[in-house]
Structure formats: structure tokens, C-alpha cells
């Protein structure tokens, strides 16, 4: 199984992977949202469901999608930057795993720009 961020309602915009990791993202925001219950409670919805449709969030809860984005974004960038090192076991190609995540939040700046956030 695998958690999918959906971008706009394009079928290829989206951003995938497996669930396992998704907890492990998922654990970071424990830490780093811990006072901010709002993006703590969307990103375990996310985690949940397997996915988002962000482009939807962005429309109907404008400022709770901008808290989630920016929350996903500064995560990602930060486990892109190996500020946060992916554990043993999680991915065969610890590496590989980082740049999806700098993908990520390069994806995550393009749609504030793309939806007027930026």
C-alpha cells in the first residue's frame, strides 16, 4: 500500500509512497508540529486515507491547506537535506529516498505558486 498526493485532478500529478515511509514522515511532524494540533490531526487524515487531494484542500479550507502544505513542505526539505537520516531497513536506497523528498517539496513550492499561495 502507499500514500498519493494529488496536485490537481491531472491523474500523473501526484507524489507516491509506501505507507511504511509515510508513518516514518508521518513521526517527524510529531516532533516538529507537536503545538500545532491542526496539521498534526491532517497529516495523520492523510496517512489514513493513503492520500490527498491537495488542489481540493487548497479550495475549500484555504488556511488549512497552506499550514499543511508549508508543514509537508519544510519536513520534506528537511529530510532532502539529510537533517533527518533515513532509517536502516527503511529504503534499499537510503539516497534515493532523500532526493524523492527534495522532489517533494520542489513539488510543494511549484503548487503554492501554480495555486496563488506564493
Same mark, same amino acid.
Request: net charge negative.
Given at each position: 500500500?502507499?500514500?498519493?498526493?494529488?496536485?490537481?485532478?491531472?491523474?500523473?500529478?501526484?507524489?507516491?509512497?509506501?505507507? @511504511?515511509?509515510?508513518?516514518?514522515?508521518?513521526?517527524?511532524?510529531?516532533?516538529?508540529?507537536?503545538?500545532?494540533?491542526?496539521?498534526? &490531526?491532517?497529516?495523520?487524515?492523510?496517512?489514513?486515507?493513503?492520500?490527498?487531494?491537495?488542489?481540493?484542500?487548497?479550495?475549500?479550507?484555504?488556511?488549512?491547506?497552506?499550514?499543511?502544505? &508549508?508543514?509537508?513542505? +519544510? +519536513?520534506?526539505?528537511?529530510? =532532502?537535506? =539529510?537533517?533527518?537520516?533515513?532509517?536502516?531497513?527503511?529504503?534499499?536506497?537510503?539516497?534515493?529516498?532523500?532526493?524523492?523528498?527534495?522532489?517533494?517539496? +520542489?513539488?510543494? @513550492?511549484?503548487?503554492?505558486? &501554480?495555486? =496563488?499561495?506564493?
Amino acid at each position: 500500500m502507499s500514500v498519493i498526493l494529488r496536485f490537481s485532478a491531472e491523474k500523473d500529478d501526484t507524489w507516491q509512497v509506501a505507507n @511504511r515511509i509515510f508513518f516514518w514522515f508521518e513521526g517527524l511532524f510529531e516532533i516538529a508540529y507537536a503545538d500545532d494540533p491542526v496539521v498534526l &490531526e491532517w497529516v495523520d487524515l492523510v496517512s489514513s486515507i493513503s492520500g490527498y487531494r491537495l488542489h481540493e484542500l487548497a479550495e475549500e479550507e484555504p488556511e488549512i491547506a497552506w499550514r499543511l502544505i &508549508e508543514a509537508l513542505k +519544510t +519536513t520534506a526539505e528537511r529530510v =532532502g537535506r =539529510g537533517e533527518h537520516p533515513i532509517p536502516d531497513g527503511l529504503s534499499s536506497d537510503p539516497l534515493k529516498l532523500q532526493s524523492r523528498f527534495s522532489d517533494l517539496a +520542489t513539488r510543494l @513550492r511549484a503548487f503554492e505558486v &501554480e495555486s =496563488g499561495k506564493s
